[in-house]
Each structure stands twice: as structure tokens, then as C-alpha cells.
């Protein structure tokens, strides 16, 4: 597979492209790919004849269009004006995805669909989540520039001289963390929990086919230029079977793959072939890949910490990461860093939406597991020492042998996370906090960062705690951690109601004009939506099969206890799922508030649903662990 073509570089002229298409004839299809804002990329299958011959219209965005009422565009593209433009991207890196199953006569080659990132375009305004991304952080360079021009001197950054600046870089990355098991083999929860706790299998040796997919996935993203940097094994699995053929059984997996930082957009544009390529290798091997945030209830879910780091290029060609300090030995970060993390913080309410928008991403932040739930940071006991907390939102990363690799780590993003509308909300409100930021000394943002709930700050909410050194899980009780860092959402109906809460903070976020309120407003009813067609249509039917497993086991010997078990167990099923006439179950009063728009009762009924489950399911495992 040597000789075959898997990227076209970023700003490629069109007589190479052409010329490179042409001496790879195995790329038999073209495919435009548009994020909607649900995250979700478009695929089709144009003839390669048809691009080669029409390349100025596929440029500017004639010669082909979508039915934006088939993509998440909600209330955007409707039904009576639902024509979508689809222009592509030549500052991006192109893809080409080959199928594995299907090869060329011809050529003896696996026949190749070349992948081209491009835009979403709705009565002249672009409405998609990589223009958002990309229109957002040209918004930034622009305010920026202007900002260094008035206030050359930034405190923590007396090594530059902010005039000099001539443009800068947005530099993010991604972790992708994912279970690998055996298809349509049941998985054993109570023991996967076990060997998570036990440790048993982070940073293991991988073994059979788990180990020749994740090999082959990181050579073959090594092929598309992402600089894979390391695979490894997760927290969660359990150790596989041999079967009597000597195939591998029972497998069930946690796995993580890092790679690369790049520019923010093309980070976000890689997340998506790699999930891709992914996906496909270890299908090749027979096994099955789940990027959920919260797969099983009760074990590790899969987190995609996101990095993030802002950078000025001078007009000497050198880089400076703006974050970091003149002296790393006296400051944590220069101006330019406390800034960023103050406006993530300070506005990460309205980013919260954006990074859990499902009913799977908020099972996965809860306290235990090592995902964030409250809105603190940690930069380390010392400046010489850094930190390295997992247990909050975001947290600082500093190498003190390398000013490069100065950075925030956001924790609480999962692999289905929109990154695009993430991220143009992470940097929009990290301006927002730089803007106030440079008018102060590294000394009085330290102090601000670090002040107690109660005290007044000059940016930061009187009534809050932003930093925090110890363990947030550990050290603080569930009222201490809502009281000092906030308490975090427990449905996405209670997440999405942060647009409508913090007005303030919405206007931090879409000052650029790219995360408009439109976009907004059509993220949250798209999220809406979802949200309560996976509450009617496949989560209240999985425990309503929940409930009728639930069933009286007949025995020859049985206890009070038994019997007092059974008759809590039974009430709990009647509660949750059994109509009279007078009264009504859980299940019922849940659809018809989903049914009726009354979201803030559905919410509060979907919160004890899940707890009247979780109680069922334990007292159904100690009943039936006491029948013999």
C-alpha cells in the first residue's frame, strides 16, 4: 500500500491536485464533506471524470448542493427553503479514504474516495461547524493584531514586542480514548468494573487482534501525515479468551490514540479521519469499535481531552507561545494565558452545550471516573512544579524544558463532541478574558484566579472558586464542589438552558459574528430534539426491558428477606412502568412531558428515572445472588 496516494497537502495548486489525480486512478470518487452542527460530516460518491472536468464550479460552490432539511441545520434549512451550497476548502489537507473491500480491476489497487472538506451555504451566509470554526478564528487574528498594536507590553511577555507581530497560530489537538470488544458478545460489567478499580489493565501489553489493529491504525495514520505520537491501553478491559481454534473471544477493551497538534481547524478536521480510519481497521480485524462518551454505565467512558494553545509569529519569522511566561521559574503563565483560562471559565457555562450536547456525554461526567464535572482549573503547587490534577476541567500543561508546549487541556470533551463549535467557543471566550487580561500584572491575575468564593475579583464571579490544587472528587463534598465551582447539569435540556441563563456570556461567544445567535439557537433545538426522540424512542424502552428482566425468581427455599427484596423490587417496577387508571408510571408522566414541550419536568422526571433504574438494578442483583 506504499504507492498509494493518501493526502493532498493544504493550499495544493490545482495543476498538481489534477496531475496527482491523474497518476492515481485507483480514486475513482469525490466526496464533499460539510459539518452540520451536530457534528455530523456529509459522504457521496461523485465520479472522479465529473471533478476533474468541473473543478472551477466544485470551487466556488455551483456544482454541487444538498438538501440542507437532510442535515442538522434545524430551523435554518427548512422544507420551503432548504437549498445548501457546498463550496470546498483548499486551506485544508484532503483526505483520500480507500475501501479495503473493494479493489480496482485495473489497477489491482483498492478503489479510493478523496474527502474534501468543505462548507455549508444557506441564503449567502455559511452555517456550518468548520465555517463557524474558521470565520471565528480570523475574527480573533483581526482583534489580536489590533490589541498588541494598543498594548505592546503585556505583563509575563516583556521578551516581545507585541507591535512586531504579524499574525498568529491556533494550535489544538485531541486524545481519542475507545472500546474494542468482540461483536454481539455480552459484556460482564460487574467484572470489567472489578479490573478497573483493581487497575488491571491501563498501559498493559495488547495481545491477538487488538494488538495488530491499534499497530496497523497507528501505521496507517502515520501514512496520512498525522504523526501519530502513541497507542495505548485505557483504564477499562478485561483479558480475552482463547477460543478452541485459537481465535481471541470475550474481547473488551479500552484503548486511547494520540497524535499530533496542527492548527485548530485541520485538528478538527483530522479527528474525523482518524475516527474513520479507526473504525475500519479494527472492523478489518474482526472486531468492533464504540466511540460513545458512557458505553456501560458504570465503568470508565471515553473522554477526548482537547488542547489548546494561541501563538504569535513575528515579523522576524520567529513563534512565541503566547502563554507562556519570560520566566517560567516566577510565573505559571504570562498575562496572555491567565486571560485564556479565565474566559473559559468564567464563560464555560455557554461552552458546556457545546462539548455535551447528548444524553450519552453527560452519563459520562459524573464524579468517580476521573471525568470533570465542576468549572476549575489547576496550574500546580509551584510555577517549578507543574500540575498534573485530573480531577478538573482544565488544566494547565507546562514542560519547564520546553516554552512550546505551554497549553490548557480540556477534559470534559468526548469523541462525538462537535470540536468545531467547541472550539470556536473556547477561543472566542478566551479573547474575551485575554481582553481584560493585559491591562493587569502576571501578580493580580494569579490572585484573581486563584481568590476564594465570596471574594471580589475584577473579572472572575464574586461568588465563585476557580482554582483548585487537591483532588475536586476526594477533598470536597457534592455540596462544597456545587457550592464553590457551581453544579454542573444533569440533563442536556439543563445544559442547553445556559443560553438562556447567562445572556452575558452568550454575547462573549458570538461578538465574532461566526457563532451568531442563529447558530445557537439552532444548535440547541437540534439538541432538543435528540435529546427527547432518544428519550422516547430507545432509552425508556431499553428500561422498560430493564424492568421486565426484572422478574420473581421462583425457589424452593426462600427468606423474609427475599420476600422483603422482591416486594421493594416489584414497587419500583410499578413505579417506574405500570399504569392505573388514578395513577400514572415514571415511563408515562416522562412521554407525555416530552410530548407536551414541558422540557424542565421532563428533566427533572428523566434524573429520577435514572435513579429508580440504578436503585432496581442493584436490588435485582442482591436478590438474585441470595436464591439457591
Known sequence: MEDLLYVIPANSPREEIVRLLKAHPEIKFVSLVGIDLAGNDTDEKIPMRIFLKDMDDFYNGTAVQTDGSSVVLT???????????????????WFVDYNLEHFDEETG?????????????????????????????????????????????????????????????????TELEFWVKTPLEETNVEELSASQVMQEQYWQRTHGAVRTALEQAVMLLDRYGLQVEMGH?????????????GKMTHVCEQIEIDWRFSDALQAADNELIVRTMVREVFRENGLEVNFKAKPMIGLAGNGEHTHFCIAAVMDDGKVHNLFTPQDMKKDYLSAVGYGAIMGLLKNYEVINPFVSATNDSLN????????????????????????????????LIRDMGNPYATRFELRACNPYSNIYLVLSAVYSAVLDGVKTAVHHTTQELLAELSKEAGAEGFYLEK???????????????????????????????????????????????????ALRPQIIEAFKAGALLRWKTELISRIIPENRDIVRKA?????????????????????????????????????????KALNEGDYA?????????????????????????NMI
Open 75 to 93: 430551523g435554518i434549512a427548512i422544507l420551503n427553503n432548504a437549498k445548501v451550497d457546498m463550496p470546498i476548502d483548499p486551506e485544508a489537507n
Open 109 to 173: 489497487k483498492p478503489v479510493g474516495t478523496l474527502r474534501i472538506p468543505s462548507f455549508l451555504i444557506h441564503d449567502g451566509k455559511r452555517v456550518d461547524s468548520r465555517a463557524i470554526l474558521k470565520d471565528t478564528l480570523v475574527y480573533l487574528k483581526k482583534e489580536l493584531l489590533q490589541m498588541f498594536k494598543e498594548h505592546p507590553h503585556v505583563s509575563g511577555l516583556e521578551h516581545i514586542d507585541g507591535s512586531k507581530i504579524v499574525d498568529f497560530q491556533f494550535t489544538s489537538a
Open 233 to 245: 491501553k485505557e483504564v477499562g478491559g478485561l483479558k480475552a479468551q482463547i477460543d478452541e481454534s
Open 364 to 395: 459520562r461526567l459524573k464524579p468517580g471516573f476521573e471525568a470533570p464535572v465542576c468549572i476549575v482549573t489547576s496550574l500546580g503547587y509551584t510555577p517549578e512544579i507543574p500540575s498534573r490534577n485530573r480531577t478538573i476541567l482544565a488544566g
Open 463 to 513: 461568588d465563585r472558586a476557580y482554582r483548585s490544587e487537591v483532588d475536586v472528587f476526594e477533598d470536597y463534598t457534592d455540596n462544597e464542589r456545587s457550592r464553590l465551582f457551581g453544579a454542573p447539569p444533569a440533563t442536556v435540556w439543563e445544559n442547553m438552558q445556559g443560553f438562556d441563563n447567562y445572556a452575558e456570556k452568550v454575547a462573549a461567544i458570538t461578538v465574532g459574528g
Open 551 to 591: 422478574k420473581e425468581v421462583q425457589a424452593t427455599f426462600v427468606t423474609d428477606q427475599d420476600s422483603y427484596n422482591w416486594n421493594k423490587i416489584n414497587g419500583i417496577r410499578s413505579y417506574l412502568a405500570k399504569d392505573s387508571i388514578d395513577e400514572k408510571s415514571l415511563f408515562t408522566l416522562l412521554i
Open 601 to 625: 419536568a421532563a428533566s427533572s422526571l428523566q434524573v429520577e428515572m435514572y435513579d429508580k433504574i440504578e436503585e432496581l438494578k442493584s436490588l435485582y442483583d442482591a436478590y438474585v445472588k
